[in-house]
């Protein structure tokens, strides 16, 4: 069965950067793109961007551009999303999801929650 | 800063209907391009309900229907259960935020 299973959850001071990781099994890696989608606390889903674990591109919610980093190592079937020059503000659960050609999400990680507090 | 907008809140007594309204524009749902949705239960990660703006995934119940015109969607759910208590996001794509998916603002379906 396809799984998503996220790296553990982060404490970071302001300023600071986090690297999250997502490890894909039940499927081929290199077949479906992974996003990342955050959720402060009490808020709604927010997408931040896409990568092709096959060709490594990306796209980045203009929101996140220049501060947002999605990359892969197709060897362990793994994905991260590194976000830096953290600010409270980016205190959410961050989540990653398999999308396919309709444009969902159709399978998700447990979500990491990522804390920035000085 | 949503582009989608659906309403705070619905509620239902168990075995009624409720539907969620989601409004979008001439840029996104407008545009001909697709609404997903999905569920969210209280402390757990988002799980699809809906794709392509009615298909329901294996293991939905048909309970749960979508359908889309113009610039909104909107999702329903008949028969109404305890269990459908949750949060509901649309999901879309807008092409004037380059390569940007988009969720709605997020419904809160309250069982009574």
């Known amino acids: 069965q396809v799984q998503l299973v996220q790296s553990g959850a982060e404490v970071k001071k302001p300023g600071a950067s986090v690297k999250v990781s997502c490890k894909a099994s039940?499927?081929?890696?290199?077949?479906?793109?992974i996003n990342w989608v955050r959720q402060a606390t009490g808020q709604g889903l927010e997408w931040m961007g896409w990568m092709n674990p096959n060709s490594g591109n990306t796209g980045y919610a203009q929101k996140f551009q220049g501060r947002v980093t999605m990359t892969r190592n197709t060897s362990i079937s793994t994905a991260y999303m590194e976000l830096s020059s953290l600010r409270s503000e980016d205190t959410a659960v961050y989540y990653c999801?398999?999308?396919?050609?309709?444009?969902?999400?159709?399978?998700w990680g447990q979500g990491t929650l990522v804390t920035v507090s000085s | 800063q949503s582009v989608l907008t659906q309403p705070p809140s619905v509620s239902g007594a168990p075995g009624q209907r409720v539907t969620i309204s989601c409004t979008g524009s001439s840029s996104n749902i407008g545009a001909g391009y697709d609404v997903h949705w999905y569920q969210q239960l209280p402390g757990t990660a988002p799980k699809l309900l809906i794709y392509?703006?009615?298909n329901r995934p294996s293991g939905v119940p048909d309970r749960f229907s979508g359908s889309k015109s113009g610039t909104s969607a909107s999702l329903a759910i008949t028969g109404l259960q305890a269990e459908d208590e949750a949060d509901y996001y649309c999901?879309?794509?807008?092409?004037?935020?380059?390569?940007?998916?988009?969720f709605g603002t997020g419904t809160k379906v309250t069982v009574l």
């Open positions: 392509g703006n009615s």
């Open positions: 999801a398999r999308g396919n050609n309709w444009g969902l999400f159709d399978y």
């Open positions: 999901q879309s794509y807008d092409s004037s935020l380059s390569g940007s998916r988009v």
């Open positions: 039940g499927y081929t890696f290199t077949s479906y793109d």
